[in-house]
């Protein structure tokens, strides 16, 4: 084998070669002609080893993570590899069952770092290191000339927009979402900026703020936090009447009045896209201080990503209602015995009052008027004991006619004080109830205050009903 030859063969063509692609499959092919190799050239795209050329296998490796494999390895680590036998490298990737050798090299960017690698696989006798040094020196040409050409392929603005969608898609909360669907406007418009506002009732709002925006994104958040909810309002409604809308990137051109606070803020470039329905879902802002001129592509990646963005967006909503649906009675919507158990579990002892409560004679309203007045009587009832707590104070239904309120107290007699507004309240709809209150002491179990707390309602339930006990310490 004349490796000198197989340079001049393989490198001639390099400097003709106008994309980094086309330099890769050029030298592949040229290489093919003088081994049986299996043969492949792997570059760096984003976050993976991607195979950009190849010959010789029945499979090869489309990508890599950066540290799988004998070309993971290599890349990551900057040094050659030389395996003869594959069998005895667990980082071996088999492209075909006969290979036996293999040689790869690490293609190598301007300052000395690993853009990627050339592979090298035989199924036969070879000379490895008069391969391995044939190998570095095709690889020194070619990663200059991928260099020249500007380094290796990026995604495509289509495969960063499918990335994307794939991290919303797997987003867990509202946050995540946002996070994503944000860093992906930026992304795949090449826009510096981007903010989401939402048509919530009663008044529209900007989504949470997300990463860590720029200097632009921060100014767009401040000027809109300050603006009526009517010019948010008003962007909304004109997004989804007129359709998306992008800027000309000419100077001299006012904004419209809907606009002001946006370049007021320092964008100059602006693609305004709709998102989900008008009542319910919002805009995608997505700015520039530079005065660029986005093309209608970009904003149909946009549109895309805005639908993609509500998709998820209305997905954690339905799951978010169906999970409190699962937490809650749905006679009377408040929350049971699932999320009560777990609530009393972190009470704190002598700050945290649990009231029983049991409503008196229900069962002679079910038997005397059926169970249709009687679910009217705990709704009606239910409503009453709500609007007796205050701000922060927590009711459950954990059975048939009793209730539950979870509350954060500084000393006893304020929870009793709270029971006896209960049982006020209760009056008022025409019913009574009995009250029982303990508060948990040190070391003590939920389920202990518990019946502390029922025994209590019981003492009550004994003189006469219509009243409130607190439990024995």
């Given at each position: 084998m004349d490796h000198e030859r197989v340079l001049r063969d393989v490198t001639v063509r390099l400097p003709m070669a106008s994309t980094a692609l086309e330099a890769c499959r050029w030298t592949v092919t040229a290489l093919a002609r003088h081994t049986p190799a299996a043969i492949s050239i792997l570059l760096q795209v984003h976050d993976r080893l991607r195979c950009v050329a190849a010959t010789g296998a029945w499979q090869v490796f489309s990508t890599v993570p950066p540290k799988t494999g004998i070309v993971g390895r290599v890349y990551a680590s900057g040094e050659p590899a030389v395996v003869a036998d594959v069998t005895a490298d667990p980082d071996h990737l088999p492209v075909r069952p006969d290979v036996t050798a293999e040689v790869c090299v690490p293609l190598r960017g301007p300052t000395g770092r690993p853009i990627g690698v050339l592979d090298l696989q035989w199924s036969g006798p070879v000379e490895l290191d008069r391969w391995r040094e044939t190998a570095e020196r095709l690889a020194a040409r070619?990663?200059?000339?991928?260099?020249?050409?500007?380094?290796?392929?990026?995604?495509?603005?289509?495969?960063?927009?499918?990335?994307?969608?794939?991290?919303?898609?797997?987003?867990?909360?509202?946050?995540d979402l946002m996070t994503a669907a944000i860093a992906a406007a930026r992304d795949v418009s090449g826009?510096?900026?981007?903010?989401?506002?939402?048509?919530?009732?009663?008044?529209?709002?900007?989504?949470?703020?997300?990463?860590?925006?720029?200097?632009?994104?921060?100014?767009?958040?401040?000027?809109?936090?300050?603006?009526?909810?009517?010019?948010?309002?008003?962007?909304?409604?004109?997004?989804?009447?007129?359709?998306?809308?992008?800027?000309?990137?000419?100077?001299?051109?006012?904004?419209?009045?809907?606009?002001?606070?946006?370049?007021?803020?320092?964008?100059?470039?602006?693609?305004?896209?709709?998102?989900?329905?008008?009542?319910a879902g919002g805009v995608l802002l997505v700015a520039d201080e530079r005065l660029l001129r986005p093309d209608p592509t970009t904003v149909n990646l946009m549109e895309l990503l805005a639908g993609q963005a509500w998709t998820c967006l209305d997905?954690?909503?339905?799951?978010?209602?169906?999970?409190?649906?699962?937490?809650?009675?749905?006679?009377?919507?408040?929350?049971?015995?699932?999320?009560?158990?777990?609530?009393?579990?972190?009470?704190?002892?002598?700050?945290?009052?649990?009231?029983?409560?049991?409503?008196?004679?229900?069962?002679?309203?079910?038997?005397?008027?059926?169970?249709?007045?009687?679910?009217?009587?705990?709704?009606g009832l239910a409503r009453a004991l709500e609007g007796a707590l205050r701000q922060g104070d927590e009711l459950y239904r954990t059975g048939g006619d009793e209730f539950v309120a979870v509350i954060e107290v500084s000393r006893p007699e304020e929870a009793v004080r709270i029971a006896e507004r209960l049982t006020e309240a209760a009056r008022r709809t025409g019913r009574t109830i009995s009250v029982g209150v303990a508060l948990p002491q040190p070391g003590e179990s939920p389920d202990l205050t518990l019946r502390r707390a029922d025994q209590a309602l019981y003492a009550v339930k004994r003189h006469g009903r219509d009243g409130v006990r607190l439990a024995a310490a």
């Open positions: 070619l990663g200059a000339r991928i260099v020249a050409l500007d380094g290796p392929p990026a995604e495509s603005r289509s495969e960063k927009l499918l990335r994307h969608a794939a991290a919303m898609t797997a987003a867990p909360t509202e946050w826009l510096s900026a981007a903010v989401l506002v939402l048509a919530d009732r009663p008044e529209p709002r900007l989504s949470a703020p997300t990463g860590t925006p720029g200097e632009l994104e921060s100014r767009l958040r401040a000027e809109l936090t300050e603006v009526e909810p009517a010019v948010l309002g008003r962007l909304i409604a004109g997004a989804h009447r007129q359709g998306s809308a992008y800027t000309l990137g000419e100077a001299g051109h006012p904004p419209t009045e809907d606009h002001l606070p946006l370049a007021r803020a320092g964008a100059r470039t602006l693609v305004t896209v709709p998102v989900g329905p008008p009542d997905r954690l909503r339905t799951l978010a209602r169906l999970r409190e649906q699962a937490n809650s009675d749905p006679l009377t919507g408040l929350r049971h015995t699932g999320p009560f158990g777990r609530r009393i579990a972190s009470a704190t002892p002598g700050r945290t009052a649990l009231l029983a409560i049991d409503v008196d004679g229900f069962k002679d309203v079910n038997d005397t008027y059926g169970h249709q007045a009687g679910d009217r009587l705990l709704v």
